[in-house]
């Protein structure tokens, strides 16, 4: 008998937003055909969770914000390798953007014993290093890096204790918009396929542009009046790229996680920020339809 009740298994799942009812639970976990069958059972979930071949997959998502100047990004990817790697809280999949190559990697600290001391190793380099340092087990996968005065992607995912099965793959967007932090790195997606025991998982990682505008230069902060039309054009980029990727590998599950830029759903936020019918609400309603076309479900 599996010991797990049905209050701690709709946690398991949601546990922002608990399930009530059987049906809505089962609605959150993938089935043969899309749709769940239409005699359900409690255990049967149960067993799909505690069962001898049932294996838990910790999943972190994390906008890094490693942008930031100089003088401080170097401690802040040393404290994020520290929380990565914590082992009271681990991850087996950990996706990352903003991880940024093409920035200037200069940090400079003033020690009053030793005086200036200056640190010129790469941001990502040195958050993977850390990482590896202190995980052991993890393996690495890095999207576009910078080439000719740009940004690279950003995007950099780690996986611990489970294999990376393939060489990770990689897009970068065609359409960038006119922002000029977006024109200026490498946005795309990142394709790494994960063995998590039961089979493999495909995770993208993606930063969609965010059409913000420095606002120390000339033009001003705020954003740029295309930015909508952009990130719809980035989604049809992304779905292109996982249709030519996952073809040869329909068994496999597929994950899609990232900084899209867009108002999410049911968020405080949105509901303090946006009024029915504003534009920023039909536009994130225009970015999920475009995912359920291909059978992507929304887990926020």
């Not at 968020?267 to 504003?278: I, K, L, V």
Request: with cysteine; net charge negative.
């Amino acid at each position: 008998m599996l010991d797990i009740s049905f209050r701690s298994l709709s946690r398991r799942m949601d546990p922002v937003d608990l399930p009530d009812r059987l049906r809505r639970l089962a609605d959150l976990h993938r089935w043969p055909g899309g749709e769940p069958p239409g005699r359900l059972a409690f255990m049967g979930l149960a067993n799909r969770h505690l069962g001898a071949d049932s294996r838990r997959v910790r999943l972190l998502w994390l906008n890094t914000e490693l942008l930031i100047s100089a003088g401080a990004r170097h401690e802040r990817a040393r404290e994020l390798a520290r929380i990565l790697t914590d082992p009271d809280h681990p991850y087996d999949i950990v996706a990352l953007c903003e991880v940024l190559t093409g920035l200037p990697e200069t940090d400079i600290t003033f020690d009053f014993g030793h005086g200036l001391e200056v640190d010129m190793v790469s941001v990502p380099d040195l958050l993977i290093e850390e990482v590896r340092r202190l995980a052991g087990d993890v393996e690495v996968a890095q999207g576009p890096l910078g080439q000719d005065g740009e940004f690279g992607s950003g995007l950099v995912t780690f996986s611990f204790g489970h294999p990376i099965v393939e060489e990770p793959r990689s897009h970068v967007f065609q359409t960038t918009g006119s922002s000029s932090v977006d024109s200026m790195a490498r946005k795309g997606a990142l394709l790494t396929s994960v063995d998590v025991g039961p089979g493999v998982l495909d995770v993208y990682s993606t930063h969609f542009a965010s059409g913000v505008r420095p606002v120390q230069l000339p033009l001003g902060g705020g954003h740029v009046p295309d930015t909508r039309r952009t990130q719809l054009a980035q989604v049809g980029e992304l779905l292109d790229f996982y249709g030519q990727q996952t073809s040869p590998h329909p068994q496999r599950v597929s994950l899609i996680c990232g900084d899209f830029n867009i108002a999410a759903l049911d968020t405080e936020r949105a509901a303090a920020g946006f009024g029915p019918g504003d534009p920023a609400l039909e536009h994130r309603d225009r970015f999920i339809e475009r995912m359920r076309a291909l059978r992507f479900t929304d887990c926020w």
